[in-house]
């Protein structure tokens, strides 16, 4: 035939050089997808196609039926030569394109489902410390969201999946952060989207932040008759880091000119020297607590040691005895005299009360030491006495001092004179001139 009559023919067949057809991944095989629009009686044949028969071309009608299941991120185009024949001469050719278009049948996927991430505490904000690498099958864009763990919004993840350190870390306030993260498909509608979801979990790690501190107490009581090398006390300190930066160590940077020393490792306190509290009833000592971390932080304590009386000293009279003179007419309830006896030690220990011995016409104030006669005195009786006075404490073994107190009792003109006999009877011989001769009865 003429090149006329041919042109001609393919416009008849024809109504464009190529077409193009679109069709969801989706759809259900058996379907009719295309059909060419020729109205003319032909025969139509598919001469070349890269899909091995995705679509299959109905040779009388023109229609194009879905062989099998569609795949987006599989193929997304298909390319056919279709040719229509009049009888048996050829008539025309054309391409035909089909354009698999995607649907959201694909979620989101994270490249592993569990995240590990260590920080240090002392990481500096807006630091990125882990990427979450995600893909989807499907073309559209990936929403990641942290949905819980991170409620105080210590961390920012971006739209790449990067992970940033957005609020400063305190270890010793929250050691470790499992966080949940969505990655959403954009779909629409909202309906439509996927969703996937991985877990993150964030460790801080310790670093020497803080100093070591003491949580004993600042004054310790203790019995001055305390054995040497004896335990007085046990210092304590506490690190709120963790590991070797809450490892602490003890040190004496005062110890009361070597009264104590420390167990560097334990904190025991130890009595170095003999006490006394009537010398010395307060000492002191400072403790440096070190951590083990680097660099070392440490902290510094005062402490009071407080020496509790013990009863180790007798009553003290001022002198041993006493010679006192006392005149025998003084009235019943005189105080004569008052002793006094000290006790350096305190409280009950160092509490006098006095006891007399024999006590005779004379009392003792067992509070006052002041001695007193009840009865009245009679020299012509009894012209001397030696009174024993006890001073005794009050402690649980009582310790006493005793003291002699001589008194003589002084004569006062308290008798008339008396004639002894009181009758005298004398005989005298009369004329007798010699007295010597007198006699009496």
């Given at each position: 035939?003429?090149?006329?009559?041919?042109?001609?023919?393919?416009?008849?067949?024809?109504?464009?050089?190529?077409?193009?057809?679109?069709?969801?991944?989706?759809?259900?095989?058996?379907?009719?997808?295309?059909?060419?629009?020729?109205?003319?009686?032909?025969?139509?044949?598919?001469?070349?196609?890269?899909?091995?028969?995705?679509?299959?071309?109905?040779?009388?009608?023109?229609?194009?039926?879905?062989?099998?299941?569609?795949?987006?991120?599989?193929?997304?185009?298909?390319?056919?030569?279709?040719?229509?024949?009049?009888?048996?001469?050829?008539?025309?050719?054309?391409?035909?394109?089909?354009?698999?278009?995607?649907?959201?049948?694909?979620?989101?996927?994270?490249?592993?489902?569990?995240?590990?991430?260590?920080?240090?505490?002392?990481?500096?904000?807006?630091?990125?410390?882990?990427?979450?690498?995600?893909?989807?099958?499907?073309?559209?864009?990936?929403?990641?969201?942290?949905?819980?763990?991170?409620?105080?919004?210590?961390?920012?993840?971006?739209?790449?999946?990067?992970?940033?350190?957005?609020?400063?870390?305190?270890?010793?306030?929250?050691?470790?952060?499992?966080?949940?993260?969505?990655?959403?498909?954009?779909?629409?509608?909202?309906?439509?989207?996927?969703?996937?979801?991985?877990?993150?979990?964030?460790?801080?790690?310790?670093?020497?932040?803080?100093?070591?501190?003491?949580?004993?107490?600042?004054?310790?009581?203790?019995?001055?008759?305390?054995?040497?090398?004896?335990?007085?006390?046990?210092?304590?300190?506490?690190?709120?880091?963790?590991?070797?930066?809450?490892?602490?160590?003890?040190?004496?940077?005062?110890?009361?000119?070597g009264a104590f020393s420390i167990d560097n490792t334990s904190g025991e306190t130890f009595l170095e020297e003999?006490?006394?509290?009537?010398?010395?009833?307060?000492?002191?000592?400072?403790?440096?607590?070190?951590?083990?971390?680097?660099?070392?932080?440490?902290?510094?304590?005062?402490?009071?040691?407080?020496?509790?009386?013990?009863?180790?000293?007798?009553?003290?009279?001022?002198?041993?005895?006493?010679?006192?003179?006392?005149?025998e007419d003084v009235p019943r309830g005189t105080s004569l005299f008052q002793v006094k006896a000290q006790d350096?030690?305190?409280?009950?220990?160092?509490?006098?009360?006095?006891?007399?011995?024999?006590?005779?016409?004379?009392?003792?104030?067992?509070?006052?030491?002041?001695?007193?006669?009840?009865?009245?005195?009679?020299?012509?009786?009894?012209?001397?006495?030696?009174?024993?006075?006890?001073?005794?404490?009050?402690?649980?073994?009582?310790?006493?001092?005793?003291?002699?107190?001589?008194?003589?009792?002084?004569?006062?003109?308290?008798?008339?004179?008396?004639?002894?006999?009181?009758?005298?009877?004398?005989?005298?011989?009369?004329?007798?001139?010699?007295?010597?001769?007198?006699?009496?009865?």
């Amino acid at each position: 035939s003429s090149p006329s009559h041919s042109r001609w023919q393919t416009q008849m067949a024809f109504s464009k050089t190529v077409y193009s057809f679109q069709v969801k991944e989706d759809t259900v095989v058996g379907k009719v997808e295309a059909q060419f629009d020729i109205p003319t009686p032909i025969t139509y044949s598919v001469q070349e196609d890269d899909g091995e028969s995705m679509f299959l071309l109905s040779p009388v009608s023109g229609e194009f039926l879905l062989s099998r299941s569609l795949d987006f991120e599989t193929q997304r185009f298909y390319i056919l030569t279709v040719e229509v024949q009049q009888g048996d001469s050829q008539v025309s050719s054309v391409r035909v394109y089909f354009n698999v278009l995607d649907v959201n049948d694909n979620p989101p996927v994270f490249s592993q489902n569990n995240f590990f991430a260590s920080l240090l505490e002392d990481t500096g904000v807006r630091t990125c410390f882990l990427s979450l690498n995600v893909s989807d099958k499907d073309d559209g864009e990936v929403e990641l969201v942290v949905v819980s763990g991170d409620e105080l919004g210590t961390f920012f993840l971006d739209s790449t999946g990067s992970l940033y350190l957005n609020k400063e870390l305190d270890r010793e306030s929250q050691a470790s952060y499992n966080l949940t993260v969505t990655a959403n498909d954009c779909a629409w509608p909202v309906s439509s989207q996927l969703t996937s979801t991985a877990h993150v979990v964030v460790v801080v790690k310790d670093t020497n932040d803080n100093a070591p501190s003491f949580v004993s107490a600042g004054h310790v009581f203790i019995p001055e008759d305390s054995a040497l090398h004896s335990v007085i006390m046990t210092v304590h300190a506490e690190d709120k880091d963790a590991g070797s930066n809450a490892e602490v160590l003890y040190f004496l940077s005062n110890s009361s000119g070597g009264a104590f020393s420390i167990d560097n490792t334990s904190g025991e306190t130890f009595l170095e020297e003999l006490l006394d509290r009537e010398k010395t009833d307060t000492l002191h000592f400072t403790v440096m607590a070190t951590d083990m971390g680097s660099p070392q932080m440490a902290t510094t304590m005062n402490f009071t040691v407080h020496v509790e009386d013990v009863n180790d000293n007798d009553p003290v009279f001022s002198q041993s005895n006493y010679s006192l003179f006392v005149k025998e007419d003084v009235p019943r309830g005189t105080s004569l005299f008052q002793v006094k006896a000290q006790d350096q030690d305190i409280g009950s220990n160092g509490k006098v009360r006095y006891v007399l011995s024999p006590a005779g016409p004379f009392v003792v104030d067992t509070i006052r030491g002041v001695l007193s006669v009840m009865d009245q005195l009679d020299r012509e009786k009894d012209s001397n006495y030696t009174l024993i006075i006890t001073a005794a404490d009050q402690g649980d073994a009582p310790r006493s001092a005793t003291i002699a107190i001589d008194f003589t009792v002084l004569d006062v003109n308290d008798c008339t004179p008396r004639f002894s006999p009181e009758t005298l009877i004398i005989h005298v011989k009369e004329n007798e001139e010699d007295p010597s001769e007198l006699t009496h009865q």
